[in-house]
């Protein structure tokens, strides 16, 4: 494996990437709001081997390791996925995407940002916002970011956050709560930019009226943020039995075999 964080002046700077493998089908894989590409170790271990020569896992802008932005989009954060892997992906990429990652893999399906995905696949993405769900946002992502007196403290929020707490023990998963809190000062708090809750909600009609390659949607059985009516109006959706939001945590064998992992 390879970490790099090449950094870029311009609007659109690269990400901190995690790259395992080196040639070969590509995967692609965006985490959702508040998590980190450190999310998706479990899935990682259930792909099938000589299914992807590589997989490609960056923190999103904003997010982790990556740098901060002066705002957010899902075209900018699509744009700075494009920067970062699109020079060197190979031509046969899938993306799997959750949550937040989903819609910026479904913006990414437009072969706008460098490279043509080979297929999408959308897990978990809320597709229907109310106003008062945008302002709550709005008003969180204004805020300062909460600061902690040690570590412990700082992970257990990092996890509620990202509707992990409860499904992973921050103790023994000590590389994603490394990824997610950071030291700042005599205190610590979430590497998150908290304006990135401000992203808003995707154009989803849009997004797939550009969209140029196979598009999949899929939602965990008992996930609340979004129904399966929702998705199956919007085209091909696949239901994960027995999970909730973070199904690829949850059931990570069941999400692998979407992408035929």
Same mark, same amino acid.
């Given at each position: 494996m390879s970490d790099t964080q090449p950094v870029h002046s311009d609007a659109a700077r690269s990400l901190y990437l995690a790259e395992y493998g080196s040639e070969g089908p590509t995967l692609l894989l965006l985490h959702g709001m508040g998590a980190t590409g450190a999310v998706w170790d479990r899935l990682r271990s259930e792909l099938e081997p000589g299914r992807f020569g590589r997989v490609l896992v960056p923190d999103l802008g904003?997010?982790?390791?990556?740098?901060?932005?002066?705002?957010?989009?899902f075209r900018s954060l699509a744009a700075q996925v494009g920067v970062t892997v699109g020079g060197t992906a190979a031509r046969r990429v899938t993306i799997l995407g959750h949550s937040l990652g989903g819609a910026v893999a479904l913006e990414l399906a437009?072969?706008?940002?460098?490279?043509?995905p080979e297929a999408v696949h959308v897990l978990g993405m809320k597709v229907d916002w109310s106003e008062s769900e945008l302002?709550?946002?709005?008003?969180?992502?204004?805020?300062? $970011? %909460?600061?902690?007196?040690?570590?412990?403290?700082a992970a257990i929020w990092f996890l509620k +956050? @990202?509707?992990?707490?409860?499904l992973l023990n921050p103790e023994e998963? $000590? %590389?994603?709560?490394?990824s997610g809190v950071v030291v700042d000062g005599?205190?610590?708090? +979430? @590497?998150?930019?908290?304006?990135?809750?401000?992203?808003?909600?995707p154009a989803v009609s849009q997004m797939m009226a550009a969209a140029v390659c196979p598009v999949v949607f899929s939602r965990g059985e008992f996930?609340?943020?979004?129904?399966?009516?929702?998705?199956?109006?919007?085209?091909?959706?696949?239901?994960?039995?027995?999970?909730?939001h973070n199904a690829m945590v949850e059931d990570p064998a069941a999400v692998a075999a979407l992408v035929g992992g």
């Open positions: 904003g997010h982790g390791r990556s740098p901060r932005s002066r705002d957010y989009s437009s072969g706008r940002y460098g490279f043509e302002a709550t946002m709005g008003a969180l992502a204004s805020r300062p $970011p %909460r600061r902690f007196p040690n570590r412990k403290e +956050l @990202a509707g992990l707490h409860g998963n $000590p %590389r994603l709560v490394d005599d205190s610590w708090r +979430l @590497a998150q930019d908290p304006r990135t809750l401000a992203v808003g909600a996930d609340e943020m979004v129904s399966t009516a929702s998705l199956e109006a919007l085209g091909d959706t696949r239901v994960i039995s027995g999970v909730g």
